[in-house]
């Protein structure tokens, strides 16, 4: 990495201080880090204090939303009112449901439901019933700051084969945010939720995976799972990004709804299941800014 700042300039964080006092050795270490051959994060990705804050306050949406969802979602409810709750709650409290138009998306948030992966559409046709596991997956915008995060609910009593996925995925999670530290690499995240999901039977989709988010939707790095330790993106302080692993009780395999280009489904049909957080790197480890 090369830089034309002089040592006296402002420093580029925006905090008003002097380089050389503020993020000049920051910057040199990272660096060394990419003269190794190590992947390393751009600028525009490494948040301020006052950024972090923003998105905070986006978060405090996405949570309540998630929170709201989570006390109401029953059997006999259909997706589509998920989706209105979704648009009601998140236009009330000021924000824009990130995924509505998105690319073209045509709805506030996705519902996944069993072999759902992802971007299930919400549908009046879509009836929870008893023994369904489903994914909620909100996003917020707020003046401008991205939130993204996904819970997965069980309705009724579901079997225990679904229970254990559903609860060793949180896992995955789990033991993944465990390895989020400044100066660590992405790959330690990845490794440590692909061997739990692994070791207990199940697969995690390749093809789809988390990222950074905050000024974007989706910004880098892409975050996937079939990562090893010590390899993919350095992380450092100011990054923020989110972990949301798909696990497949069954095979690997996905394919897309050819007729919608959106919703994700398990080639065998088995159920999937996904929980998604928004993990910002502090100086001494990380931060779950979303759940
Ligand atoms: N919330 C999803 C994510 O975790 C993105 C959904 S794509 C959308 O990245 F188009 F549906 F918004
Ligand atoms: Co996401």
New binding site residues.
Partial sequence: MTTKIGRNDPCWCNSGRKYKICHQAFDERIASYAAQGHIVPTHDIIKNAEQVAKIKESCKVNIAVLDYIEKNIHEGMNTAEIDRIVYDMTTDMGGIP??LN??G?PFSV?TSVNDQV??GFPSEKVILKQGDIINV?C?TILDGYFS?S?RMFAIGEISPEKKKLVEVTKECVELGLKEVKPWGFLGDMGQAVHDHAFANGYTVVREIG??GVGLKF?EEPWVGYNSRRGHEMLLVPGMIF?I?PMVNMGKVDIYVDDENDWEVYTADGKPSAQW?IMVLVTEDGAEVLCW
């Fill in positions: 990130a995924p998105y690319e998306y996705c992802c971007h997956d996003s993204d996904s988390g990222h989706h989110t949301e998604e």
